[in-house]
């Protein structure tokens, strides 16, 4: 695994940390505003974006060389969207009443 | 490692399926029985995971570049971090436990369904609702419980000074899996905590 002996890659882990709190406070804050639909959209939104800071600069999935590890995240992600997927497109095309 | 973690995204990733199916069929019952959770603290807890995310990356930062004592300091502040996510969860669960929102013989639930105060929330789907908070909280929980584990061990190790700028491996694999614990974290919050909060 790459060296992160510089200075440069702690301000990094401050300032996706700092984005991580705001993000919370605004997911906090929207779920509080009537959006109609968009409610659940925009958390699950503000959710997949700090998911991804923390994959990309916590977990070193960004800078790594190791395209082992990019391949094994890309087929976990395309997995679960399969099982998602297919999961709901069963129950959204049921007649339930 | 990272091949773990894979597993581990199918293993949450049928609960989450399982959530979103009951979410969408008893949509109102889901949401009566989500407002009853509290925000302040679901939201201490995510801010609390977040902090520890950071320690965690510093602790692994420390470790490769040899620096002993801030390694144990992170590590440390780690284990504190997630003791306190646990103890804010127990107060939780205490919570569910006195308003008999746990499933099972004893649960009472008499909520207004969000939008309609004029219908009363089904207590059986609201059960489902609370079945899930419980198992995903709860498997969540458990993987912060073994994650503490792995902590103690790797402030054991850090503290011999076996950790050093060429053999860092378990601190930084320790680090991996604390940071999916805490991703399942940051989905499950507003999932169960703030839909439907909007009045």
């Given at each position: 695994m790459s060296a992160h002996s510089t200075s440069s890659s702690l301000k990094t882990y401050v300032a996706i940390w700092i984005t991580l709190l705001v993000g919370t406070a605004l997911t906090v804050y929207a779920s509080g505003?009537?959006?109609?639909?968009?409610n659940a959209g925009v958390a699950l939104v503000i959710a997949t974006i700090k998911a991804t800071l923390v994959a990309l600069f916590f977990m070193h999935?960004?800078?790594?060389?190791?395209?082992l590890t990019k391949l094994v995240v890309i087929s976990a992600l395309f997995f679960l969207l399969i099982l998602l997927g297919l999961a709901m497109s069963d129950y959204a095309t049921r007649a339930w009443t | 490692m990272w091949a773990f973690l894979a597993t581990e995204v199918m293993f949450f990733g049928g609960l989450f399926c399982a959530y979103l199916i009951y979410r969408l069929m008893y949509f109102g019952d889901f949401g009566a029985a989500s407002k009853t959770l509290d925000v302040k603290l679901g939201a201490t807890n995510t801010a609390v995971l977040i902090c520890s995310s950071l320690t965690v990356v510093l602790a692994v930062w420390a470790a490769q570049t040899g620096r002993r004592m801030m390694l144990v300091g992170n590590l440390a502040l780690t284990l504190i971090l997630g003791l306190a996510f646990l103890g804010i969860k127990g107060i939780e669960y205490k919570e569910k436990f006195e308003r008999h929102?746990?499933?099972?013989?004893s649960f009472q639930f008499q909520e207004k369904i969000p939008g309609h105060p004029d219908q009363n929330a089904n207590p059986q789907h609201a059960q489902i609702f609370f079945a899930l908070y419980f198992v995903m909280t709860g498997l969540h929980a458990l993987h912060m419980i073994v994650g503490i584990g792995i902590f103690v061990w790797l402030l054991l190790m850090a503290w011999k000074g076996r950790f050093t700028p060429e053999y860092n491996t378990p601190v930084e694999m320790g680090g991996l899996y604390w940071h999916f614990v805490d991703i399942i974290w940051i989905y499950l919050f507003p999932l169960l905590y703030l839909i439907d909060r909007h009045p």
């Open positions: 505003l009537d959006l109609g639909r968009f999935i960004k800078g790594t060389s190791e395209k | 929102h746990v499933p099972g013989a």
